[in-house]
């Protein structure tokens, strides 16, 4: 079965950096793009960025776009999201989550809390 596993959520400061990592098993991700989604209370799940998990592709939504950077180590099957500048705003549950190209975002991690104080 596909596994994901998010980590490295956490507490910090308005202008702060967090790096959240999501470990990969069960599946060779060749043909799939990997994801970074987010939730805050009350609020629908959002795209946050996007990798292509052979090229390196990506793809971010605009409210992160220059602040937050999305990267892979595929020898550890391992998705990161490097968030740099972060605001009160950017506060969340942080989700992994996987497609293959042509379908829908199928697989998702349990999520890792993320909150930025003032």
């Known amino acids: 079965q596909v596994q994901l596993v998010e980590s490295g959520g956490g507490l910090v400061q308005a202008g702060g950096s967090l790096r959240v990592s999501c470990a990969a098993s069960?599946?060779?991700?060749?043909?799939?793009?990997l994801g970074w989604f987010r939730q805050a209370p009350g609020k629908e799940r959002e795209f946050v960025s996007s990798?292509?998990?052979?090229?390196?592709?990506?793809f971010y939504a605009v409210s992160v776009k220059g602040r937050f950077t999305i990267s892979k180590d595929n020898a550890k099957n391992t998705l990161y999201l490097q968030m740099n500048s972060l605001k009160p705003e950017d506060t969340a549950v942080y989700y992994c989550?996987?497609?293959?190209?042509?379908?829908?975002?199928?697989?998702w991690g349990q999520g890792t809390q993320v909150t930025v104080s003032s």
């Open positions: 990798i292509h998990w052979s090229d390196g592709s990506t």
């Open positions: 989550a996987a497609a293959i190209l042509g379908s829908t975002w199928r697989y």
């Open positions: 069960g599946r060779t991700f060749t043909n799939y793009i």
